[in-house]
């Protein structure tokens, strides 16, 4: 399809969406799972690969000039230093040092140093011809209870870490919280306690106006469903809460905070531009029946959309079986107004897609789900949760990483797609897409991860595609700079184009890194 067509069809049907109300965003979804049928062994050989890009297609994709390369990391899962300089103790410092939490009892007390060698990360960057770095910053590091005074050594570090991308000819982005909430503020409540939702424009206000004369790409969230249902609705994240209802406060609450945060980043740097880094995977009806076209609206409004679409147009998108659960969310008059705040761009990641069925009629177990930041779903065909009534699957057609998640590179394309349609083709920038493969040094010191180097071609292939396509993508964000701590699985899994031994902390650029360095120098995939 032309550009052309492109932006026609996404204004016909994001017209549509706003005289119909958003159920019937349905009608935009990717096309039903069509289960990958094999007739002959000859269909697995490495140019049939179920989901895999054809030669061709890597071959031909272009990127537009300027286009931003870049590559993303997180402040607890790189900085270590977890009680240096006045920071204070975070959630996750609590949950790690927490017997049998994390596999191997890792903790990110150290991580990849970052704290004191970001100097030689940033030159990574810039020896692989980086032009933006997506990093976050630690509250506890800046206000160490949450409230109050800032600790003027935690401003300073990022202060200088800024100076330093830039001077690297980088573009600084800031993730102002991934994750990482002061230790004292869970033990007030945490995210299901509404007042947070200031204590954190607070926090955003102190940002900005430290670092906001010369940082202008802010995003208020890493992954806002993810830290409130895997945290207080699942409860495989700290503080490890269970229930439903619990998440649906929480999630309003950092709705709330979304809205009060871009208002004091705003207000207190003239230059910010404000987006977001939320977690999104395109979902496929398993069937073509209206239920389960109808199942995956629902995940796709619950998953993707809903701190989304209340920032665009300061309501809930149509996630729910029933009405909107007001009462549960604790939503007060006027909540949409604090809600609502249009999103300069759009960012989110891509990894794996899903599929999705209905579940309206099968026995509800109550939530359930598992370790992992991209991980989920459940034993049976048990609805996830009371309200969505959905059940989710993570095919295994594809290929899979080594933290076992499906390689499907047109998800990019359908995800990217999609959203422009819905969301009158907006700014949309690719804040991570990665793989976790264990490969290592070889004798020769270098790391041969082809399979990273395929990952990364294919789903740039289809970036490419949506880009020719009309899609308005003006950034991608590998995940991650360098191998780093992974949440729950420690170091088990190592998403990094760079490897570092955590013994020594030495990194390496791997194969995966080096061949990204030429992709960001020629915006070409075969080089
Ligand atoms: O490491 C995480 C990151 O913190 C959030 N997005 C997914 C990554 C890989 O699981």
Redesign the pocket.
């Known amino acids: 399809m032309d550009r052309r067509n492109f932006v026609k069809s996404s204004l016909v049907t994001a017209g549509g969406a706003i005289l119909a109300g958003h159920s019937r965003s349905a009608n935009a979804l990717p096309a039903p799972h069509q289960p990958f049928a094999p007739q002959s062994a000859s269909d697995y050989t490495p140019d049939h690969i179920p989901g895999a890009i054809p030669a061709s297609a890597i071959d031909s994709a272009r990127f537009p000039d300027g286009f931003l390369w870049g590559m993303?990391s997180?402040a607890y899962?790189v900085e270590g230093a977890w009680n240096i300089d006045g920071k204070g103790e975070s959630n996750w410092d609590r949950f790690t040092h927490t017997i049998g939490k994390i596999k191997g009892s890792d903790t990110g007390d150290v991580a990849c140093d970052q704290y004191h060698r970001f100097k030689e990360d940033i030159a990574i960057l810039k020896r692989l011809n980086q032009k933006s770095y997506r990093f976050s910053t630690s509250w506890a590091r800046i206000q160490p209870t949450g409230t109050g005074p800032v600790n003027q050594k935690g401003i300073d570090h990022y202060s200088r870490l800024v100076d330093a991308i830039l001077e690297a000819g980088i573009r600084p982005f800031c993730t102002i919280y991934?994750?990482d909430l002061p230790q004292a503020l869970e033990d007030r409540g945490g995210w299901p306690n509404r007042d947070l939702a200031s204590y954190y424009a607070d926090f955003c206000g102190a940002l900005a106006k430290h670092l906001g004369d010369r940082l202008t790409v802010w995003a208020p969230f890493?992954?806002p469903w993810?830290f409130t249902y895997y945290g207080y609705g699942i409860g495989v994240f700290p503080p490890q809460k269970t229930g439903f209802d619990r998440f649906l406060r929480a999630a309003h609450t950092v709705n709330l905070a979304q809205g009060m945060g871009f208002r004091a980043i705003k207000a207190a740097s003239s230059k910010a531009t404000v987006g977001s880094a939320y977690?999104m995977a395109p979902a496929y009806p398993k069937t073509n029946s209206p239920a389960d076209i109808a199942a995956a609206a629902r995940y796709h409004a619950m998953n993707n959309l809903y701190f989304l679409t209340t920032a665009m147009y300061g309501k809930y998108p149509d996630a729910f079986i029933g009405p909107v659960p007001y009462a549960a969310m604790d939503y007060r008059p006027g909540d949409d107004k604090i809600m609502k705040v249009p999103l300069d761009w759009l960012g989110f990641?891509y990894?794996t897609r899903r599929i999705v069925s209905d579940a309206t009629s099968t026995c509800v177990s109550g939530p359930s789900g598992h370790f992992?930041?991209?991980t989920e779903g459940e034993g049976g065909a048990s609805a996830r949760d009371p309200l969505t009534q959905i059940h989710v699957e993570m095919p295994t057609e594809g290929p899979l990483t080594d933290?076992g998640l499906e390689i499907w590179p047109t998800g990019m394309y359908d995800l990217v797609t999609q959203i422009s349609r819905e969301f009158h083709n907006p700014i949309i920038e690719i804040s991570?897409n990665?793989c976790?493969f264990l490969d290592s040094p070889d004798d020769t010191g270098h790391v041969p991860d082809q399979r990273r180097i395929r990952f990364h071609q294919q789903h740039l292939a289809e970036l490419a595609r949506a880009i020719r396509d009309g899609a308005r993508v003006r950034a991608y964000h590998a995940?991650?700079l360098v191998d780093?701590f992974?949440?729950a699985?420690g170091y088990t899994?190592r998403?990094g184009l760079t490897y570092v031994n955590f013994r020594t902390q030495k990194r390496t650029i791997k194969d995966s890194g080096l061949w990204y360095g030429r992709v960001a120098a020629s915006n070409h995939l075969r080089v």
């Open positions: 993303a997180a899962q991934h994750w890493n992954m993810t977690g990641h990894y992992g930041t991209e933290a991570e990665g976790s995940w991650s780093n992974e949440w699985d899994q998403y």
